[in-house]
């Protein structure tokens, strides 16, 4: 993965945690690389050695990856955790419903107790407590806590500790920082990954001006080995400035050869951001032309799925036969996916077709796309499979299609399914559909399952689809299935759980493992990382946004170690 400088910030916790769905590192949510990630040391169609690096986007095809990959970068969209936990749920101690406002007091619980402790964690002596205490301050968005972080980021001797006060001044979104990052992403001291996510800093701070001047070469960056990885990162960083005058520099990097490829990639995916609608026939004579650059086709897919109306019938039939035909599998996956956002009977007619001409590499992606479409005739086509299918990782996307279709005439059949046979590639994905599906009925099932198997995967999806399904009522259940788990990957995925759907239910015993200073450090660690979920004000993490509709066969290593944070 991205040559031989990559190194996650927090390695011990990954050789302990890692499994498919969430685990730990940089003091936030880890959100690791899906099998069939893009990045594996997988040999590309056209090239010699392995995927995409720093270099830029892949000149010919990429080797396809798995539709979980594209889940893992875009789920927190679609599963709106916070959101409807807060639906059809009272205030403790009232019987009024609490439709649109907090479950509890976050604020005051950041202000008297939270930011209080992170900043005391900020100074632990060990590297995984300061790393989690950073990233959570940075939630909080505490000013108390802009100055211990900048000491962090120029003091400490770990590298990992280094980049997260870093990352926790990103999440911050203080105007104040403005030139702090611009002296960061000009500095000859600084990794090329420390300067591209202060470039991303500056896109969540709306300085739209010095990211155009830096896609421009008017901005003095001593290295040129660092130029790819600062344009690239400021292409999709400009996306996120929500500035009306910055799509015009985006088409125009999209059309041209410089920067780089790696910008002309991201740079779709901004101008999506942006709705810069004159860029729509360049978009569209990208993913025409199979001689362009492979990355600037996938970005150009990705991005039709905003800025293609239903009612454009002529551009969703070219849309519509690229995902069935075009030779590259990767590009008729995203062109899938953004067919279903698109959404609508012509859209979900060609989606159908394109099911014909998909090879086992492709289906998940057509069938979540189908999903997307919400439409009945699709949920009840994605049953039909859903009966026929058997490969489990077909078997799996299919269900989550099932579950954002909000076809509950399913949920019988796949509740069914769930207690014939459990299996680890597709037993998770099903009970999270059963979750989407508001099935009440599933609810003995799914809690069954999580007493008896031990599985992280399973437990971390399980736990989702239990909070999905009783909302806070599920807290008691979780905290008492992390006192009875043995393993330390089993109690990492409850903990990370009670971060994701937890309330102020969960601080106590979150606090009580932080504090048990027999546990090992990094499951401490976990429990400081849920906490900082829990006091997060914003319903979706920052950084979560960050990945929707992200082209992630673009090699940016800022990007990708941001990517993991949720």
Known sequence: MYGGEFRPMMRTALLLLLFAGAAFAHGGVYRPPPRGNPF???PTPGRPGGGPTTAGAPKSQAAPTRWETWWGYNRERYLRIRERLQQRTVRSGTDAPNPTGELFDREGLRQTILTPLMIEALGHEEEEIRTAAAVALGKFRAKAAIKPLKKRFTDDRIRQVR??????LLLMRDASLRDWFRGVVESPKETRRVRGMAVMALGFLGDSAYLES??????????RADLREIHSTAAL???????????????????????????????????????????????LGLVKDRRADAGVRYGAAIAAGTLIPQADVETIELLGKKAQKDHDRTLRGFL????????GDEAAKHLVAGLKYAQPSERGFFYIALGLTRSEEAGSLLLDEFKKIKNNSDRGACAIGIGLSGYRKAAPTLRKRVQEKVNMDFTPHCMLALGLLDDRESIPVIQELLKEYKDPALRSEGAVALALLRRTAAI?????LLRTSKSLRSRGAIVQALGLVGTDKAVDPLLEIYKDTKRPEVERAMALAALGRIGDPDAIPLLATMTFDLNYYVGSEAVNELATIL
């Open 40 to 42: 594996d040391p997988t």
């Open 163 to 168: 980049e997260a006060a870093l990352v926790g």
């Open 214 to 223: 830096i896609l421009k070469g008017k901005v003095k960056i001593d290295m």
């Open 237 to 283: 960083a400009l996306g996120f400035t929500q500035s009306p005058f910055s799509g015009s520099t985006l088409h125009k990097v999209t059309k041209q050869y410089e920067p780089s490829d790696a910008a002309r990639a991201f740079a779709p995916v901004s101008l999506a951001r942006l709705d810069y609608l004159p860029a729509v026939p360049t978009l």
């Open 336 to 343: 899938a996916i953004s067919l279903g956002r698109i959404g």
């Open 476 to 480: 008691p259940e979780l905290i008492e």
